[in-house]
C-alpha cells in the first residue's frame, strides 16, 4: 500500500514537473504586466530566458522564454514570446503573448476553459494547410493555430500556437 502512494505521489510530482504549467488566466493576467513583472513571474514557474529584445518605435520588444529547455540544447515542452511596448497606459498598450507547446490534452483545456469564459468563436478557417481559431472575450482575444511538421527523421509531429492580445489591439491591427 505504501509502495503503490509512493508511486502514484510519484507520477502525480512529475507530471506537474514537466507539463506546460501556465493556465488560460494566468496567460491572459500576464500580458497585461510589465516586462519586468512578466519575467519575474516566468522564472518563478521555472521558465527559462532565452533571448530579448528591446522595443523600437516601430516594433515591439520580445522576452523569449523556454519551459523544461534542455541542459546543453535549446530543445523544451513551450516556449513563450511576451511582445511588449514600453508604456504601462492600458488604452494604448501593445503587450502580446505567443505561447507554442505540444501537448494536446493542453491544447484541448485551453480551448475548454474559453468557452467557460464566455468567450466567442468568431473565425475558423484553413490557412496554408493550419487550422486556425479566434475566440474573443469581453476585452481579450486569443487566437489558435495547429500546424504539423516533420522532424528530421521525417515523423509528424503537431505544434499548437496561442496568441494572446486585447481587443483593441486586435481590431487595430489583425482585422
Request: aromatic share 14%.
Amino acid at each position: 500500500m505504501r509502495v503503490t502512494f509512493i508511486i502514484i505521489l510519484s507520477y502525480i510530482f512529475s507530471s506537474s514537473l514537466y507539463s506546460q504549467n501556465l493556465t488560460i488566466d494566468e496567460l491572459a493576467s500576464l500580458r497585461k504586466n510589465g516586462f519586468a513583472n512578466a519575467e519575474e513571474f516566468l522564472s518563478g514557474k521555472n521558465w527559462t530566458f532565452l533571448e530579448g529584445r528591446k522595443p523600437t518605435p516601430d516594433k515591439l520588444g520580445s522576452a523569449v522564454f523556454a519551459f523544461n529547455k534542455g541542459e546543453y540544447n535549446d530543445k523544451s515542452k513551450s516556449f513563450l514570446d511576451f511582445l511588449y511596448n514600453n508604456t504601462e497606459n492600458e488604452a494604448i498598450c501593445e503587450h502580446r503573448i505567443v505561447l507554442q507547446f505540444f501537448d494536446r490534452a493542453k491544447y484541448n483545456s485551453y480551448i475548454n476553459r474559453f468557452k467557460t469564459l464566455g468567450c466567442n468563436l468568431i473565425k475558423s478557417e484553413i490557412e496554408d494547410g493550419n487550422i486556425i481559431k479566434i475566440y474573443q472575450g469581453a476585452t481579450t482575444t486569443f487566437k489558435t493555430t495547429i500546424l504539423t511538421e516533420k522532424n528530421e527523421m521525417g515523423a509528424t509531429y503537431t505544434i499548437y500556437k496561442l496568441f494572446i492580445l486585447s481587443n483593441v489591439d486586435y481590431s487595430l491591427h489583425f482585422e
